[in-house]
């Protein structure tokens, strides 16, 4: 079955770095990459995400890579501010339902 | 617009005790429904999914049973709780058609088993 790596499991920069988070998954058949951000005590709530016939994609200070060859995804996020701060969730599709990575705890410093 | 409701928000229950939460969602026919466990506030285990009326999944075996009494409802039981089950339940919401499936969760319950 599908298993998606997410590394780094926890991550502190200063505002106004970037950060990137990075998954690989195994099932060549996923087809669809979304991004969960959760604050302390929330839902998890969907802010990117990104189809296989799709490289990249933007939304302001967030975009998302994929290599479908290599297998592996990413979320970077520029220009950090301290409410960025987080859990954020990789996940790719498998038949009808998604299989999440671990997660990163993403610490922005003022 | 599409909304979910989880209740209860918080449960507190002694070990054996049974369980039930109910997940409903509004503004969308025939979802694909999903249960969550999120223990230690991190990692989101799948427990069940259903794609129709009846029709239910399981992904780990263990204390947990769940069912789909109506389209739009989905609800999660225990005969009898053990410690290990407390945790944050989400329940999440797809739409099937295309292939792509954009989830949406509910609030969550939190559930403490003392």
């Known amino acids: 079955g599908e298993n998606v790596e997410q590394h780094p499991s926890t991550l502190s920069v200063q505002e106004g770095d970037s950060a990137v988070i990075k998954c690989t998954y195994s099932?060549?058949?996923?087809?669809?990459f979304p991004w969960y951000k959760q604050e302390l005590g929330k839902r998890p709530q969907l802010i990117i995400d990104?189809?296989?016939?799709?490289g990249e994609k933007k939304d302001q200070r967030i975009a998302v890579t994929l290599n479908k060859t290599a297998k592996h995804f990413s979320l970077h996020i520029t220009e950090t501010q301290p409410e960025d701060s987080a859990v954020y969730f990789c996940a790719a599709s498998m038949v009808g339902k998604l299989i999440f990575g671990q997660g990163t705890e993403l610490s922005v410093k003022p | 617009s599409q909304t979910i409701h989880q209740w209860p928000a918080t449960l507190v229950q002694p070990v054996g005790s049974p369980l039930s939460l109910e997940c409903t969602v509004e503004?969308?026919?025939?979802?694909?429904l999903y249960w969550y466990r999120q223990a230690a506030g991190r990692g989101l285990q799948l427990l069940f999914y259903?794609?129709?009326?009846?029709?239910i999944s399981s992904e780990v075996p263990q204390n947990l049973s769940a069912s789909r009494p109506q389209d739009r409802q989905f609800i999660l039981s225990s005969k009898k709780l053990l410690l290990s089950d407390s945790g944050f339940y989400l329940c999440?919401?797809?739409?099937?058609?295309?292939?792509?499936?954009?989830?949406?969760f509910g609030p969550g319950t939190r559930l403490t088993v003392t």
């Open positions: 503004g969308t026919s025939n979802p694909n």
């Open positions: 259903s794609v129709g009326i009846g029709q």
């Open positions: 990104i189809r296989s016939n799709v």
């Open positions: 999440a919401w797809s739409v099937r058609p295309g292939g792509v499936y954009e989830q949406y």
């Open positions: 099932d060549s058949a996923s087809n669809y």
